[in-house]
């Protein structure tokens, strides 16, 4: 079985991310906890995309889980537990946010296909809901409410890589679509995996995004305005999603053709407003044209 050596990445040195250009605009401090947590995000994540049996892989990340129980207790054999650990404890994050984000990678394990909503739901809650639950305890927030808005924005988060990603997993043999839509608009799994672009699969995705939509809505009407200030990071990356969202939906829903993406350039304009939109006053949005949602 393969060993662990997790280390922390150097976010400067990954600007392929949109983490980069969410969360550098933070203070040193709370930068420092996000890239933390980030790395161990990314090394949970990749203990499930890397090669390897389906068993050794769950060995792993039973073994991740027992390591991050005792770094609770400042014993864990990896620094970065161990430095995780004094983050959970500076910022009071529930612990039971990082064993749900775990129980995602585990479901990336067993599951190749999910038959309802219902189903993929909780998968976008546990792979994305919850960290934005253990950022939010790094921001901080006045208004109990907007930790509702973490938990939609994640959810609008994940459904967005997974519409973006779906080339990428098909030839994986992974579809995280739901069955019962797929059968809604009468467009097979076969038609999916041989990414078949036709007019069954258009509707299909409208459907999709239009859900995806739905709940960078919802999280928006989550947001107190009195915590907007302190999310700005959160709400970059909502805005650099929402972007790629709207990028799917004018290239016709067309993810099969090539990879869509949002240059670095435009991340960085992204930051920018928002961080202008912080410190001027609060109407100065208007002489910013943009369609960011935020």
Not at 108 to 115: E, F, P, S
Not at 235 to 248: D, E, K, P, Q, W
Request: net charge positive; hydrophobic share 40%.
């Amino acid at each position: 079985m393969q060993t662990m050596a997790p280390i922390i990445p150097d976010l400067a040195q990954n600007r392929k991310s949109n983490f980069y250009y969410s969360f550098f605009i933070l203070p040193r401090p709370k930068r420092d906890a996000i890239e933390t947590i980030y790395a161990f995000c990314r090394y949970t994540d990749d203990i499930v995309d890397e090669a390897g049996s389906e068993n050794e892989k769950h060995a792993l990340l039973l073994q991740w889980t027992d390591e991050l129980k005792r770094s609770l207790y400042g014993v864990s054999r990896y620094s970065l537990l161990n430095k995780l650990a004094a983050i959970i404890n500076r910022f009071h994050i529930p612990i039971e946010h990082f064993y749900e984000l775990i129980k995602g990678m585990e479901m990336d394990l067993k599951n190749v296909r999910y038959g309802t909503f219902a189903e993929l739901k909780q998968y976008c809650y546990r792979a994305g809901s919850t960290v934005g639950l253990i950022c939010a305890e790094v921001f901080g927030y006045k208004n109990e409410k907007t930790k509702e808005y973490a938990v939609n924005l994640g959810i609008a988060l994940q459904l967005t890589n997974i519409l973006r990603d779906i080339k990428t997993d098909a030839k994986n043999g992974r579809i995280y679509l739901p069955l019962e839509d797929l059968k809604q608009f009468g467009y097979t799994e076969e038609e999916l995996l041989n990414c078949t672009y036709n007019e069954r699969f258009i509707k299909l995705m409208k459907f999709e995004c239009d859900r995806a939509r739905e709940y960078f809505r919802r999280a928006k009407a989550c947001l107190a305005e009195e915590d907007k200030p302190l999310f700005t990071a959160a709400r970059t990356m909502g805005n650099i999603y929402y972007l790629l969202l709207l990028r799917i939906e004018r290239a016709r829903y067309d993810v099969f053709s090539k990879r869509i993406r949002l240059s670095s350039p435009l991340k960085i304009l992204i930051a920018m407003v928002l961080q202008l939109r912080k410190k001027f006053p609060k109407n100065f949005h208007r002489y910013i044209r943009t369609e960011l949602p935020a």
